[in-house]
């Protein structure tokens, strides 16, 4: 119940129960130090491994919290970015050795790769003859 000083704002946002049943631990990524794991309950001894409670996870479980992470999403953004840009810039330059009318005009990547198996096929047959 709300208090006369209380709004709705003030509140955490209500849970369902797929977050509840994924955060494991009944908090959310963000009581956790926004990593997605649960926080250990007591402090690690010294030679004591951190992850020692995790182990009765499974690994896709442990690889899902990890993935759900800020930090990664934002790494494997930028990586597919990068990726993305240098996919593009091979069909580019791909695209400037087929010979087309006009020589400027808009060919999807499909079309690239049709045009330069067809242009391959016709060096080859020109070779041969």
């Given at each position: 119940?709300?208090?006369?000083?209380?709004?709705?704002?003030?509140?955490?946002?209500?849970?369902?129960?797929?977050?509840?049943?994924?955060?494991?631990?009944?908090?959310?990524?963000?009581?956790?130090?926004?990593?997605?794991?649960?926080?250990?309950?007591?402090?690690?001894?010294?030679?004591?491994?951190?992850?020692?409670?995790?182990?009765?996870?499974?690994?896709?479980?442990?690889?899902?919290?990890?993935?759900?992470?800020?930090?990664?999403?934002?790494?494997?953004?930028t990586r597919e970015r990068i990726?993305?840009?240098?996919?593009?810039?091979?069909?580019?330059?791909?695209?400037?050795?087929?010979?087309?009318?006009?020589?400027?005009?808009?060919?999807?990547?499909?079309?690239?790769?049709?045009?330069?198996?067809?242009?391959?096929?016709?060096?080859?047959?020109?070779?041969?003859?």
């Amino acid at each position: 119940m709300l208090n006369s000083e209380q709004t709705e704002l003030d509140l955490p946002p209500p849970r369902s129960e797929a977050e509840s049943a994924f955060s494991g631990c009944g908090g959310s990524a963000e009581d956790a130090g926004g990593v997605g794991l649960c926080p250990p309950a007591r402090a690690a001894e010294p030679g004591e491994p951190v992850k020692k409670e995790l182990q009765h996870l499974s690994r896709e479980e442990r690889r899902r919290r990890r993935r759900a992470t800020a930090k990664y999403r934002t790494a494997h953004a930028t990586r597919e970015r990068i990726r993305v840009e240098a996919f593009n810039m091979a069909f580019a330059e791909l695209r400037k050795l087929l010979p087309t009318l006009p020589p400027d005009k808009k060919l999807s990547k499909i079309e690239i790769l049709r045009l330069a198996i067809c242009y391959i096929s016709y060096l080859n047959h020109v070779l041969d003859v």
